[in-house]
């Protein structure tokens, strides 16, 4: 079992910059692949970035490359999502994932979720 608890989201400008971070319990943190997704006001949850066990590998979605950077601190179990040029477009609940597999990009794929982190950005 692999409990996940995001912190760092809140209320930015355009052009502004957040982090958000994601604890995990257990101890093979090392062993999940690790994600992250979001979910705006009426729309569907959309993959946004994903890192494998070891952080060698990493995904982006197109909207969001170049802009946000995943990565993970297996030492202090827990992974990251610096979001940088932010744009309104990218107001949603921000949610971590942990899959068993290497790496994902697929909601069903992965195996834990967190509750999720509001992340607004204003015009």
């Known amino acids: 079992q692999v409990q996940l608890v995001e912190s760092g989201g809140g209320l930015v400008q355009a052009g502004g910059s957040l982090r958000l971070s994601c604890a995990a319990s257990?101890?093979?943190?090392?062993?999940?692949?690790m994600g992250w997704f979001r979910q705006a006001p009426g729309k569907e949850r959309e993959f946004v970035a994903a890192?494998?066990?070891?952080?060698?590998?990493?995904y982006y979605a197109d909207s969001v490359k170049g802009r946000f950077t995943i990565s993970r601190d297996n030492a202090k179990n827990t992974v990251y999502l610096q979001m940088n040029s932010l744009k309104p477009e990218d107001t949603a609940v921000y949610y971590c994932?942990?899959?068993?597999?290497?790496?994902?990009?697929?909601?069903?794929?992965?195996?834990?979720w967190g509750q999720g982190t509001q992340v607004t950005v204003s015009s």
């Open positions: 994932a942990a899959t068993r597999q290497l790496i994902a990009t697929i909601q069903r794929q992965y195996d834990y």
């Open positions: 257990g101890r093979t943190f090392s062993s999940y692949g």
């Open positions: 890192i494998s066990w070891s952080g060698a590998t990493t």
